[in-house]
Nanobody, 122 residues
């Protein structure tokens, strides 16, 4: 009932920048929290950043000062601007959205995107 489409991943040199986008569509009444997670080979999925509907943000210590999360509530879209990328940022990045459906009675949902590969290498 909720579909997420991610875009913006790719190959970039160390020190470079990328911007990821994730657009949510479907039977959405409202979205509370939107976020980005990542998973590198052999590692567990970890939080990168989240943003609430009111604009409160939270970042992993490893990306503070380099990554910026933002959202467009009118478009149900979340962005992740990644600057000063490092090889250790290489991972599959997943979008996550928590909200409420338009169903009756209302029901909450949490959805994951399909993932987009980010590779930082020279």
């Amino acid at each position: 009932q909720v579909h997420l489409v991610e875009s913006g991943g790719g190959l970039v040199q160390p020190g470079g920048s990328l911007r990821l986008s994730c657009a949510a569509s479907g039977s959405i009444f409202s979205i509370y929290v939107m976020g980005w997670y990542r998973q590198a080979p052999g590692n567990e999925r970890e939080l990168v950043a989240t943003i609430t509907s009111g604009g409160t943000t939270n970042y992993a210590d490893s990306v503070k000062g380099r990554f910026t999360i933002s959202r467009d509530n009118a478009k149900n879209t979340v962005y992740l601007r990644m600057n000063s990328l490092k090889p250790e940022d290489t991972a599959v990045y997943y979008c996550n959205v928590d909200g409420v459906l338009t169903t009756s009675p209302t029901a909450s949902f949490t959805s994951w995107g399909q993932g987009t590969q980010v590779t930082v290498s020279s």
